[in-house]
C-alpha cells in the first residue's frame, strides 16, 4: 500500500476515534460528574499507555539511551497539569453542550498554534489566516445565541478555556520535549 493512503486511512481512522470520543463524554455526563469522568479516562489512558512506557524504557535501556532531567520529569508533570486541566474544563462545559459542538470547539486548538505564534514574532502565510478567520467564525454561529442577543454560553467558554489549556499541552511537548 502506498505510504500516502496509509497515513490518510491512519488519520481518518485517528479522526473517527477522537471524534467519538465526544459522544461517550456526553453520554457519561449524563450518569457520571465531570471529576469521575477524568479520574476514568485518565486511569484507562494510563493503562493503555503502559504496555508502550514498558517497551520503550526496555528498547532505550538495550540502546543505553540517557535522558537529561527535565525530559523525564518536569516535561511530563507539566504536560500531565495542563492536560488535566484541558479535560476537566472540557468535560464540565460538555455538561449542557452537545457532543459535535464541543468537538469543533476543541478543535479550534488547530487555529491557536497561529494565533500563539504571533507572539513569538513568527508570522504565517494569508492562507493561514483566512482559515484563522473562517474557523472563528463557524465558532461565532455555532456557539453564539443570537436570539438572546449576543450572549457565550458559560459551558461555551470552558470547553474554549480547555482548548486553550489543549494547546498549551502541545506547547509543551513540542519546546520541552523535543528541543
Known amino acids: 500500500m502506498n505510504k500516502s493512503i496509509k497515513g490518510s486511512l491512519i488519520l481518518l481512522i485517528v479522526s473517527f476515534i477522537w471524534g467519538i470520543a465526544f459522544v461517550f463524554q456526553a453520554n457519561a455526563a449524563k450518569y457520571m460528574d465531570a471529576y469521575s469522568i477524568l479520574y476514568l479516562r485518565s486511569f484507562i489512558g494510563a493503562l493503555s499507555l503502559l504496555p508502550v512506557a514498558i517497551f520503550s524504557l526496555k528498547k532505550d535501556k538495550k540502546e543505553n539511551k540517557v535522558y537529561a532531567k527535565k525530559d523525564m520529569t518536569i516535561a511530563p508533570i507539566l504536560c500531565g497539569i495542563a492536560l488535566c486541566f484541558a479535560s476537566l474544563f472540557q468535560q464540565l462545559g460538555m455538561e449542557e453542550v452537545s457532543a459535535g459542538k464541543t468537538g469543533f470547539i476543541t478543535s479550534l486548538y488547530i487555529v491557536l498554534v497561529p494565533i500563539f505564534s504571533l507572539f513569538l514574532h513568527k508570522k504565517c502565510g494569508i492562507n493561514v489566516y483566512i ?22 454560553s458559560i459551558s461555551d467558554i470552558l470547553i474554549l478555556i480547555g482548548t486553550i489549556f489543549l494547546r498549551y499541552k502541545f506547547y509543551l511537548l513540542t519546546t520541552i520535549l523535543i528541543v
Open 131 to 152: 482559515s484563522i478567520v473562517i474557523a472563528l467564525l463557524g465558532l461565532v454561529l455555532l456557539s453564539f445565541d443570537f436570539s438572546n442577543g449576543f450572549s457565550f
